[in-house]
């Protein structure tokens, strides 16, 4: 736990978010893989508070879902206040204040769920600070070269922290201060409580200001003050879809430097996409073109791209994934995997393994050294390892009502155009001829055909396509002295001209 380590941190969430136009709630909008919320109780979660609160109001069983899933995914508790009609920031933190013990002492932490950027570090210097210096109120601050919409810090002559004025109530005088408040603050516990019980709705927009907590404060004789921040997109708040948008990119550019500082190797940053939750370990290369989404887990000496999206995957060890989509799927060490092709859930790829170009599997474990290397559908299916799958095969899996599964053994060699009709078995060593549909089960060793008579009807081209390039080409084939037919200009069935297309139409 860290040293100064908050009593209690109370992420505020109850806003509409109406400038999103959209029917998710604001702080449910992600960015890196995780949403608006998650980056920040996360964030709030690392100080090791005591005491987690978030409170909510707008789409408040939706939120309080999706806080479930945030709380199991770090390991710890969050309880939900509700806010009641009463606006304000400051009556939502006056709500929060219920979840809490009514003699709680320390710092109280209080931030917002739509601050993505903002990091533990952050939040523990504030703590520090606060602690340290003996205050009653610290708040966090930043100087910004725009500071439209943001309540202004007033200093006195001294520099010390006068008050903060809202923009709607501020001045010309005041509007026109750059350092503007993070709404981001460190409390004493029984200062901010005693202190929301004075805090009155008479103002521009009747609203309950957290902010007004720092003039009863001063006014107390209590020390307050102001910590500036240098990195202000850690203050700053995603109001519609190009700020969400803008802090996406920024926290991307943060991601991806973070992992080339650990020896990750990241051909092209600006086109490199890697969330929050990917674990890339030293020395894999990452080409142009990538996005490395959920949970992905990359091993040392890996080569990912150019133009791959894996999601919530797991690569081994020196393995090649080329210009592939994979979701949820495992790929073993020292295996190739692409170009084009498609790794649905349950893939599980062996060790030193192929899955090849224009491929897709799904819920399919290949085994150690097996290879598919093209124009094929795996699906429902075991394949032992060191076995070949020829081109363009398919594992039937679907009946039309049940889908059900086939096994290939090891050191199995199948042809081109191999139809597994599940559920079908194939034993160790089998071998399949070209274009045969496995319908029952095939012994060890055995070679199994589908064996049907080829017919050969000759001069059917030129009795039943005459005039056509292919039979100009088949007589010349058979009489080479009677002239090039892609060449020959003598009569209106010439190769290519406009009759010779209308006569094959013709006789289609």
Known sequence: MPQHSPAAVIVLAAGAGTRMKSATPKVMHPIAGRSLLHHAISAAAGTGPEHLVVVLRYAREQLAAHLETISGSIDRSVLVADQDDVPGTGRAAECALTQLPEDIGGTVVVTYGDVPLLTTSTLQTLVEHHETQGNAVTVLSANVANPTGYGRIVRTAEGDLERIVEEKDADDAVKSL??????????????????????STDNAQGEKYLTDVIGIARTDGARVSALTTSDVWQVEGANDRVQLAQLGRELNRRIVEAHMRAGVTVIDPETTWIDSDVTIAPDVTVLPGVQLHGACDIASGAVIGPDST?????????????????????????????????????????????????????????GDGTKVPHLTYVGDATIGEHSNIGASSVFVNYDGVEKHRTTVGSHVKTGSDTMFIAPVTVGDGAYSGAGSVIREDVPAGALTITEGRQRIIEGWVAAKRPGTP???????????????????????????????????EKES
């Open 178 to 199: 750059t350092e503007i408040n993070s709404g981001i603050y460190a409390f004493d516990a029984a200062v901010l409580r005693g202190a929301l019980a004075r805090v």
């Open 310 to 366: 894996l999601s919530d995957m797991e690569v081994g060890e020196g393995a090649t994934v080329t210009r592939t989509h994979g979701s949820l799927s495992v790929i073993g060490a020292g295996a190739t995997v692409g170009p084009f092709a498609y790794l649905r859930p349950g893939t599980e790829l062996g060790a030193q393994a192929k899955i090849g170009t224009f491929v897709e599997t799904k819920n399919a474990q290949i």
């Open 470 to 504: 292919a039979a100009r080409a088949a007589q010349l084939a058979a009489d080479p002295a009677a002239g090039d037919p892609a060449t020959d200009s003598a009569g209106p069935n010439r190769p290519g001209s406009t009759d010779d297309a209308n006569s094959a």
